[in-house]
């Protein structure tokens, strides 16, 4: 079994711990915009339409894209863009592991050509 993200290489190359990787990954996740608020941000769906998935949301399973959609307030090339923005505007784990001084930007980058090596 290989591994497949950048966090779990930086484990088992012993650069830093589970621990540190969740803790990046927790860091990672509050700073990216939730899908909603892209979707008002980017004009795909209003803030009423956004409180309306949040609300059938509730107490459900279901992902909010996949309730906009269900509900016929966006398409599903409208969600891929929206996912494609959120997934543009997320920090990299390599830059957060730098801020919290776990790597300096040299290591860094030569682990990710490391990392890209191995996966291509």
Do not use: W
């Amino acid at each position: 079994m290989g591994v497949h993200r950048f966090g779990e290489f930086l484990v088992s190359c012993g650069e830093v711990t589970d621990e540190q990787v969740l803790e990046a990954l927790n860091i990672q996740r509050s700073r990216t915009d939730l899908i909603g608020a892209i979707a008002d941000k980017e004009k795909f769906l209003t803030v009423k339409q956004v409180m309306r998935i949040l609300r059938e949301q509730a107490g459900s399973s279901k992902r909010f894209g996949d309730l906009a959609i269900e509900l016929g307030l966006i398409e599903q090339g409208d969600l891929d863009r929206i996912l494609e923005i959120q997934r543009e505007m997320r920090p990299y784990l390599g830059e957060i592991l730098v801020e919290m001084k776990l790597l300096d930007p040299i290591s860094r980058d030569q682990l990710l050509l490391e990392f890209h090596e191995q996966h291509t």
